[in-house]
């Protein structure tokens, strides 16, 4: 079955970066467009970043824009997040999910159970 | 970017039904069949429970269906459990091939 994982998640000071990954399995990695959303303590969810299935589009949230940046390797089933000039206000869960299979547009459907990054000074 | 509009909290007795709103503009709910939504247990990942406005992943009960009118999509859960106490989130594919969530509402069953 579909599994993501993320890992590099911790505390880090304001200003310094931070780069996550998500190893996936259970589906051909290399045929599905992959997000990043996040979860700020006690608030909503708020959708980061979507990489097409061939890793040629990626789209950003305007509060990460240009400070983030997405990537993968479609050789290793693995999914990036590079976080720099992190903020107090960039302090969640970051989620690693699943989107659509070739078309972009199409739902999350599965999601791995997500990596806590803090910035704290 | 603003999120979707959701209502922050509903509640309703067992058996019951309960509507879920989750309001947006053309640029989102409005110009695309692509409104999805998310169950989140507390401490948990989210779980896909509606996509494409109004179909079910397999596995998720008929108890749960969309629909959308205009740029108001809806979720109704019909015979309300206590195990659908949860938080309820609405998504949409916008012009801008980002994605907006809804503000979330938390569900409570009297």
């Known amino acids: 079955q579909v599994h993501l994982v993320e890992s590099g998640g911790g505390v880090v000071q304001p200003e310094r970066s931070l780069r996550l990954s998500c190893a996936a399995s259970?589906?051909?990695?290399?045929?599905?467009?992959l997000h990043w959303v996040r979860q700020a303590p006690g608030k909503g969810l708020e959708w980061v970043a979507l990489i097409s299935y061939d890793g040629t589009n990626k789209y950003y949230a305007d509060s990460v824009k240009g400070r983030f940046t997405i990537s993968r390797d479609n050789s290793k089933n693995t999914l990036f997040l590079q976080m720099n000039s992190l903020r107090l206000e960039d302090t969640a869960v970051y989620y690693c999910?699943?989107?659509?299979?070739?078309?972009?547009?199409?739902?999350?459907?599965?999601w791995g159970q997500g990596a806590m990054v803090t910035v704290s000074s | 970017q603003s999120a979707l509009t959701q209502p922050a909290s509903v509640s309703g007795s067992p058996g019951q039904s309960i509507t879920i709103s989750c309001t947006g503009t053309?640029?989102?709910?409005?110009?695309?069949?692509?409104v999805s939504w998310y169950q989140q247990y507390s401490g948990k990942a989210p779980k896909l429970i509606i996509y494409n406005v109004s179909s079910r992943p397999s596995g998720v009960s008929n108890r749960f269906s969309g629909s959308k009118s205009g740029n108001t999509a809806s979720l109704t859960i019909s015979g309300l459990q206590a195990e659908d106490e949860a938080d309820y989130y609405c998504s949409s594919y916008t012009t801008s091939s980002a994605r907006l969530f809804g503000t979330g509402t938390k569900v409570t069953v009297l």
């Open positions: 999910a699943r989107g659509g299979h070739f078309v972009e547009a199409k739902a999350v459907d599965y």
């Open positions: 053309s640029s989102d709910v409005g110009g695309y069949n692509f």
């Open positions: 259970g589906f051909t990695f290399s045929t599905y467009a």
